[in-house]
């Protein structure tokens, strides 16, 4: 791949945005070879996945210059647009917790990607944002509809209106990211917490993921039966069996996954 590295250990998919030169700008070529990867990152072999960007940044969102959509018919703009849609929507689906492994700028669509995982680490050096507003824009691919779901109207408008870059600490206490971590721990952190993840049952937390992100767009009732419903799967996985016998035999549980 050109425009990505990609390797997977220990059930840890590490997904890296390679294009350090313009601070990982996504482009046709990265949006292909994104896609490109859509199978290995089903694998039943991967169990967690990390997002992270190579040299000073996450990721400094689309490459404008590229694209050139000022001059493209509105048409030509909604389909190449819905490409970056649906790749983040796939992310958003993915039944696999995602870590996003934030430092550096991460502003616009790389945002935008950050805000389609499930868990967001920022290294204590990370700038977040989304600049739109400069070009009399808005983020138009999950910036409002999914940041909103994570830290309110308020503080997405204040955020998108005002288009001004948040540091790391900021961002954690209006809870755009979950955990920060100075430079010298980030990269263990990230480790850690995805090795924490991989160790447990794969399709208990596919379930968590999936009657939690549903249950922000039901009613009550229905979030509670998806609940109930995700639940009596689960009790009949081969990982139920092994962690009640576990805990049994007072030791670890030994998921596999089944």
Not at 86 to 97: A, G, H, Q, S, V
Not at 116 to 130: E, K, N, Q, T
Request: proline share 4%; aromatic share 8%; glycine share 8%.
């Amino acid at each position: 791949m050109e425009t990505l590295k990609f390797e997977v250990a220990d059930g840890i998919a590490w997904l890296t945005l390679n294009r350090p030169d313009v601070l990982n700008a996504v482009n046709r070529a990265m949006l292909r070879e994104l896609w490109a990867l859509v199978p290995k990152l089903e694998d039943d072999d991967v169990r967690v996945v990390v997002v992270r960007g190579a040299g000073r940044a996450f990721s400094a969102g689309a490459d404008i210059s590229e694209f050139g959509w000022a001059n493209a018919p509105t048409a030509k703009f909604r389909r190449e647009v819905k490409q970056f849609h649906d790749f983040y929507d796939f992310l958003e689906r993915l039944e696999k917790p995602i870590i996003a492994a934030i430092h550096g700028i991460c502003v616009g669509g790389g945002l935008e990607i950050a805000v389609s995982c499930d868990i967001r680490v920022a290294r204590s050096d990370a700038r977040l944002g989304f600049p739109e507003h400069k070009l009399g824009l808005i983020p138009n691919s999950g910036g409002c509809s999914r940041t909103m779901r994570l830290i309110g109207p308020g503080r997405t408008k204040e955020l998108v209106m005002l288009g001004e870059f948040l540091d790391a600490e900021h961002a954690g206490r209006i809870g755009l990211v979950e955990h920060v971590y100075p430079e010298a721990q980030f990269d263990q952190e990230v480790k850690t917490l995805a090795e924490k993840l991989a160790s447990r049952p794969a399709q208990a937390l596919s379930m968590a993921k999936y009657a939690i992100d549903n249950a922000m767009e039901t009613d009550r009732a229905t979030g509670r039966y998806i609940e109930r419903l995700a639940q009596s799967v689960l009790l009949k996985t081969a990982d139920y069996t092994e962690g009640v016998q576990a805990f049994k035999e007072k030791r670890k549980p030994k998921f596999t996954g089944r």
